[in-house]
């Protein structure tokens, strides 16, 4: 088998059939696999309609609710192929992607991490956040129109392949208790270390079919704080690169307390004209304007990150809801820190 095309879903039935559909047709120059993993019972994760050109090459997995990184991992242990692509439910092939990705990994040289193309998938009615959403770094790092990734950061599991070999040798995905975050580009951190290149291949194209909302976002950044905790424990060498701080010391969760707390008050007046983006035409602000509005926006993304790391530190559930609908007393308490 040259390649296996791994991808979990939740709740999103009409993503993963239309994400079925467009692969339905690709040509590969190899044999290949698409293995489904469903993250939730028949209720709200049903089966998916395989197209009758994928009846040979698919199968699925019903995982149970454990969430995307147990997905990923049992993806990861059935694939066959000498590659592993994955994708999202909501990432909708181009005809050449499973090719280019080959391809990618065909040429001569060493082994590589290849990230492909993410584009947004048009709206009819855009408001100024889905502008903002699409045209900044607000929800993913810049892919730009280059060659060559900057680095992992860059390697998203929406749309990138590696060795499935490697990966295993590397330790496959990180065992985590979080259901969200940080395991694509930690993924890619350690295949880089073991020796692959992270290649950006703009011909490997998928359409991103996902209209976030502010809360959305907000939620994103919450989970994403839990995750880098986690992360901090389970690669301390990534996460102390990736967020130029230990976050399994104790001292220093200790000083995420007073942040939160003194950024309350002006994270809550951010949030209000932040949701209200949403209710705006996106012709309201120019080119130029648009870095702006994701500055304004930075202050409240750390809060809810931090937010979400102090939480997983104390072993909290994850609680997440608007900052105005809660106060800091709520989210500090006085629960001891976890280590």
């Known amino acids: 088998m040259d390649l296996s095309v791994l991808i ?46 994928l009846d040979s090459n698919a199968q699925v997995e019903r995982f149970g609710r454990v969430g995307l990184l147990k997905v990923r991992q049992g993806l990861l242990g059935r ?35 290849i990230a492909g193309r993410a584009m947004w998938k048009p709206l009819t009615e855009p408001s100024l956040f889905d502008r903002l959403v699409q045209g900044s770094d607000l929800v993913f790092f810049s892919q730009g129109d280059r060659r060559r990734v900057v680095d992992y950061r860059n390697c998203f599991g929406l749309n990138m392949s590696f060795p499935r ?28 270390r073991a020796g692959a290149e992270c290649v950006y291949e703009p011909g490997a194209v998928v359409t991103h079919d996902h209209r976030y909302t502010p809360r959305d976002v907000h939620r994103r950044e919450y989970l994403l704080g839990r ?19 230990d976050l399994r010391d104790i001292d220093k969760i200790e000083q995420l307390r007073p942040l939160i707390e003194h950024s309350w008050r002006d994270g809550v007046r951010i949030e209000r004209t932040f949701l209200a983006l949403a209710q705006q035409s996106e012709a309201a602000v120019s080119d130029e304007l ?23 530190s104390r072993g909290i559930e994850s609680r997440w809801s608007l900052l105005s609908e809660t106060s800091p007393d709520q989210v500090l308490g006085t629960s001891p820190i976890a280590v």
């Not at 259901?179 to 951190?189: K, M, Q, S, V």
Request: hydrophobic letters at 40%; glycine letters at 10%.
């Open 8 to 53: 979990p879903t939740h709740r999103r039935p009409e993503a993963i059939n239309r994400c079925l559909r467009c692969l339905e047709n690709q040509r590969t120059g190899g044999r290949f696999e698409v293995i489904i993993g469903l993250d939730g019972d028949e209720a709200d994760t049903p089966l998916p309609a395989i197209p009758s050109g």
């Open 79 to 113: 694939a066959q192929g000498e590659v592993v692509l994955w994708l999202n439910d909501d990432s909708y092939a181009d005809p050449g992607l499973l090719e280019s990705h080959l391809a990618g990994h065909r040429r001569p040289g060493g082994a590589r991490v």
């Open 165 to 192: 070999e490697l990966a295993m040798g590397a330790g496959g995905i990180a065992e985590v208790s979080e259901f969200y975050g940080y395991e694509d580009i930690e993924l890619a951190w350690r295949l880089s």
């Open 227 to 245: 995750a880098a905790h986690a992360f901090a424990h389970a690669n301390p060498s990534f996460a102390k690169e990736l967020f130029q701080s």
């Open 290 to 312: 648009l870095p702006v509005l994701a500055e304004h926006w930075v202050l409240l993304k750390r809060l809810l990150w931090r937010w979400g790391v102090l939480d997983a």
